[in-house]
């Protein structure tokens, strides 16, 4: 079965450290990923989509076919970053995402 | 373009009720999906509506069910309602055309059963 796979629920760093969210999938043909982000009190909003290959507030995410990962990255970490983020997968015959579970992400000052 | 509405934002009922929440698409938006959120098992699919067919379905029970109207709107219905059901249930739509659509979320229906 396909899934997407975030294995920290809790991520806690102090501002300017580097941070990574994982988010490994199991699939074996290309997959569509994105990461989405729900910071407090605010809805649910496409962060990037590596389609895209953009960099958005900062954050960057790779694909690694090889690894079936699409961890999502930056180098230094804002308090303002603070937030749920969830890793989303869509296979080819999809039209609607699959989510993981989402990691908490909280940045001390 | 207006975005993603939901009504009501906070509903509370008692178990064994039932209860009906409404989903309003971005203006030119086929695709609507639901969605349960909880803090223990995070975003799980309920189902999605395309063309006011239901094209995808996740793995609740029946008493889970939803309808799309021709003007894209959504509706679902939670019958028998049961504790566990306290959830925040979000809507999104879609072009609904294809692959690497982005979703766009509402702000979410707050549903307390007591």
């Known amino acids: 079965a396909q899934r997407v796979t975030q294995p920290e629920k809790l991520l806690s760093v102090f501002k300017g450290a580097p941070v990574e969210l994982k988010c490994n999938y199991s699939y074996s043909g290309s997959p569509e990923l994105f990461w989405y982000v729900q910071y407090s009190r605010q809805r649910l909003q496409l962060l990037l989509r590596?389609?895209s290959r953009e960099s958005i507030k900062g954050f960057t995410a790779d694909l690694n076919k090889g690894e079936t990962s699409f961890h999502l990255k930056k180098p230094f970490a804002q308090e303002e970053d603070s937030a749920m983020y969830y890793c989303?997968?869509?296979?080819?015959?999809?039209?609607?995402?699959?989510f993981g579970r989402g990691t908490s992400l909280i940045v001390h000052p | 373009k207006a975005g993603v509405t939901q009504t009501p934002r906070y509903l509370i009922k008692t178990r064994g009720q039932q209860v009906t929440l409404s989903c309003s698409p971005i203006?030119?938006?086929?695709?609507v999906s639901w969605y349960q959120q909880t803090p223990g098992q995070g975003l799980q699919f309920l189902f999605e509506y395309f063309s006011e067919t239901q094209r995808n379905k996740g793995n609740f029970p029946g008493r889970f069910s939803g309808r799309q109207f021709s003007n894209s709107r959504s509706e679902m219905n939670v019958s028998t309602l049961e504790l566990g059901d306290s959830a925040l249930y979000l809507c999104?739509?879609?072009?609904?055309?294809?692959?690497?659509?982005?979703?766009?979320f509402g702000p979410g229906t707050r549903l307390t059963v007591l």
């Open positions: 590596h389609i």
């Open positions: 999104a739509s879609s072009l609904g055309a294809g692959v690497a659509d982005t979703q766009y």
């Open positions: 203006s030119g938006h086929r695709s």
């Open positions: 989303a997968f869509q296979s080819g015959g999809s039209y609607i995402p699959t």
